[in-house]
């Protein structure tokens, strides 16, 4: 994704943010690749990695989490499955 969007992601597969984009969502996907500036919360299933000049301000799930040199991290972090979409719900 490239450019600016507000709202929600959902994906069981890759989501990537790229170096011009400015999210502000809650992003929940399989693997999250981050080079460009995000807010709010990122729940990866697999991983996330962040590369420079990636700049995330928000809290972070993810039981694997990787920063590169130079990328800004400004939130709280939880090394640990993100919940699962459908978790917490009731079905009857």
């Known amino acids: 994704m490239d450019g600016k969007f507000t709202g929600e992601v959902r994906s069981d597969g ?7 984009a400015v999210v502000h969502a809650d992003i929940q996907a399989g693997v999250v690749l981050v080079h460009g500036e995000t807010h ?5 299933q697999t991983r ?5 000049p ?3 301000y928000g809290v972070v799930y993810s039981p694997i989490l990787v920063c ?3 990328v800004i991290f400004q939130g709280t972090s939880h090394m640990s ?5 459908n978790e917490g719900s009731e079905e009857g």
Do not use: L, Q, V
Request: glycine share 14%; net charge positive; proline share 4%.
């Open 68 to 70: 590169g040199e130079g």
């Open 54 to 56: 990636a700049k995330i």
């Open 81 to 85: 499955a993100a919940p699962k979409i």
């Open 14 to 20: 890759i989501f990537i943010i790229g170096e011009k």
């Open 40 to 44: 709010g919360t990122i729940k990866a």
């Open 48 to 52: 996330m990695e962040a590369y420079f």
